[in-house]
């Protein structure tokens, strides 16, 4: 990967890149309730989080434009073969959700010299792939994937300012946050919400033998708490899956 490609990805606010098997001191996973009080409220009869009335706005076009321009040509992959294509095809279901099919261009780079997995929502207009991420997982991770970073739309100026000021906490609350937002827009597309979660741990393992571990690992949650957030928002979703926090 070009150092051009390095620094773009350095501006993207969240990824699948980093590990997110990161251990954690269960006294630290209060930012889970945080995160779960966001969509079930602060009481068990309080009216929960509606997807479609907290969505912002789109970018606008003109705005798309200059984004896209901004980007290197250098790496990118323009020529997809037929599995690939499918798998990007498939992400339309998911995008209806969000009625963002014509705001987001997916952007496929290479991951060299070291091989990763990677997908993230660059400045709300572009969707970063890179071709070890594509090819790594199945359709239902990728949609997946993409679900949860559709959730970084919902907290983007939070989840800046939280960066800006070095809120680890606040950073992990708002993961899952973006992870809640995934599993209802899974959930609306009729895709199994377990996705999320294997997808997260495939790309987690893949990294890690392949460039280490992620230097910014405690700025996620851990792989229980997501799991832990998981179950109770499956559960108050309606989900008929179970997902078992007991692997």
């Not at 098997?21 to 006294?27: D, F, K, R, V």
Request: charged content about 25%.
């Amino acid at each position: 990967m070009s150092h051009i490609w390095s620094a773009i990805l350095v501006a993207v606010p969240t990824a699948l890149l980093t590990t997110l098997l990161c251990s954690s001191n269960a006294h630290s996973e209060d930012y889970v309730d945080s995160a779960l009080r966001v969509f079930l409220g602060n009481h068990s009869n309080a009216a929960g989080f509606d997807l479609d009335k907290s969505r912002p706005q789109a970018v606008p076009p003109d705005f798309k434009a200059g984004v896209l321009k901004s980007l290197p040509k250098e790496g990118r992959v323009i020529k997809l073969n037929e599995p690939q294509r499918q798998k990007l095809d498939s992400l339309g279901i998911v995008l209806q959700v969000h009625h963002r099919q014509s705001v987001y261009d997916f952007v496929v780079f290479e991951s060299t010299p070291k091989p990763f997995a990677f997908i993230g929502l660059y400045r709300r207009a572009a969707l970063l792939i890179s071709d070890v991420a594509l090819n790594l997982l199945d359709k239902a991770e990728l949609q997946a994937s993409v679900a949860h970073e559709i959730g970084h739309e919902y907290v983007w100026a939070e989840y800046l300012d939280a960066a800006k000021r070095n809120d680890d906490r606040r950073l992990k609350e708002l993961e899952l946050v973006c992870d809640g937002v995934g599993f209802l827009t899974l959930r609306r597309a009729g895709i199994e919400p377990i996705a999320l979660l294997t997808t997260a741990e495939k790309i987690a393992k893949f990294n890690a033998l392949s460039t280490g571990p992620a230097a910014n690992g405690y700025r996620y949650p851990s792989f229980e708490a997501r799991k832990r957030f998981a179950q109770a928002i499956i559960t108050w979703a309606g989900f008929h899956r179970h997902v078992d926090t007991n692997d």
